[in-house]
């Protein structure tokens, strides 16, 4: 994705260079990382909150679509 122009790396960070649309989160975080993870979560918000929580999936067999 870097090749591509999506991604741009700036510090510690990684940015996408425009809308990129994924259907659930652990791929995009897969393409962000490089190697599988769980998106939901890996993905966190700037008060440390992960996807999971601020859509309180926790409950198991909760399984919403991205």
Known sequence: ???????RLEGD??????????KAPSPAAT???G???NGWT???????RSLEEAM???TPGNDYEA
Do not use: N, P
Not at 1 to 6: A, K, N, R, S
Not at 42 to 48: C, N, V
């Open 1 to 7: 994705m870097l090749e591509q122009g999506l991604l």
């Open 13 to 22: 960070r990684i940015y996408f260079t425009r809308d990129v649309l994924f």
């Open 31 to 33: 393409a962000l990382l």
């Open 35 to 37: 190697h599988s993870v």
């Open 42 to 48: 890996k993905w966190k918000d700037s008060t440390g």
């Open 56 to 58: 309180d999936r926790s």
